[in-house]
């Protein structure tokens, strides 16, 4: 008998669009405190400066009016836990479009806070099943602002690792990311041999072996949400987070180093 089909998670829309509004709000009041100096600081993303940084998060923002600009897509090809394997073809893009609006945009405050009010308005405007071409395919507005809440908080993470800020970081929102990431995983590698466990957010079975029933999994590889989140998206690597004990794993099928990162 083959094995259950796993159920897609869903998110709470309303709860998703608190979050995306609450985590640009924390990145605002971040950034309206940041000199010249430290918006020339260099980050851990190749080249890019934090204003360079500050300007993509308002890209990563505005994905939503360019969306919105485009006619509805006929119907959804996409689902929203696939959205982390699509975003290294588009890196080139991006890399061109963030330098553009940070030579663009000399007054970063005055470029977020119109970026927080438009999309206030789309958001008022729009209902959740409204289609929307992304680059990763055709999803709904509701799902296109999980991926939304994963643009905001890792790169809230990236802001705070570059200009030394303690930027906080919406429950909600480091709940959907760790969530999604998660699940991005498990369709990685599909499988029940390994439990990954990120209190208090998620738990995923994946990579192919005997499966797990009761009891003690045999293979159980456990973290909290930042550095799981970093491991997702390349920022730490499997090796140096095992040796710095950032995550623990046990057993023979509880390596993931080579699993990772999911998101580049």
């Not at 897609?8 to 709860?15: E, G, I, K, N």
């Not at 640009?24 to 010249?36: C, D, I, T």
């Not at 959205?83 to 991006?94: D, E, K, L, V």
């Not at 969530?179 to 994946?206: F, M, N």
């Amino acid at each position: 008998m083959p094995p259950a089909k796993k159920r897609a998670r869903r998110y709470d829309p309303v709860r998703t669009r608190a979050a995306v509004l609450a985590q640009f709000a924390n990145v605002r009041e971040a950034v309206g405190g940041l000199g010249p100096d430290q918006l020339a600081l260099p980050t851990r993303l190749g080249d890019w400066t934090v204003r360079d940084l500050v300007a993509h998060i308002g890209m990563a923002v505005t994905a939503v009016h360019r969306a919105l600009d485009l006619p509805a897509p006929p119907r959804q090809n996409v689902t929203v836990v696939e959205w982390p394997f699509a975003t290294a073809a588009n890196s080139t893009a991006i890399d061109e479009f963030t330098r553009r609006l940070a030579a663009g945009h000399p007054d970063l405050d005055a470029y977020l806070a119109d970026v927080d009010r438009s999309l206030r308005a789309l958001l008022d405007e729009h209902p959740g099943g409204r289609l929307l071409e992304t680059s990763a395919g055709a999803m709904p507005l509701d799902d296109y602002l999980v991926t939304r809440a994963v643009e905001l908080v890792v790169h809230t993470d990236d802001l705070t690792a570059a200009a030394g800020l303690d930027v906080p970081h919406d429950r909600q929102a480091l709940a959907a990311t760790t969530r999604l990431l998660a699940d991005a995983l498990a369709v990685k590698a599909p499988g029940g041999s390994t439990e990954v466990r990120v209190p208090p957010y998620a738990v995923v079975q994946c990579v192919e072996g005997p499966r797990h029933t009761r009891g003690t999994p045999p293979n159980v590889v456990e973290t909290d949400p930042l550095t799981w989140i970093r491991l997702a998206t390349g920022r730490l690597a499997w090796k140096d987070a095992l040796a710095e004990a950032k995550v623990s794993a046990s057993g023979e099928r509880a390596d993931l180093g080579d699993l990772l990162p999911l998101l580049a």
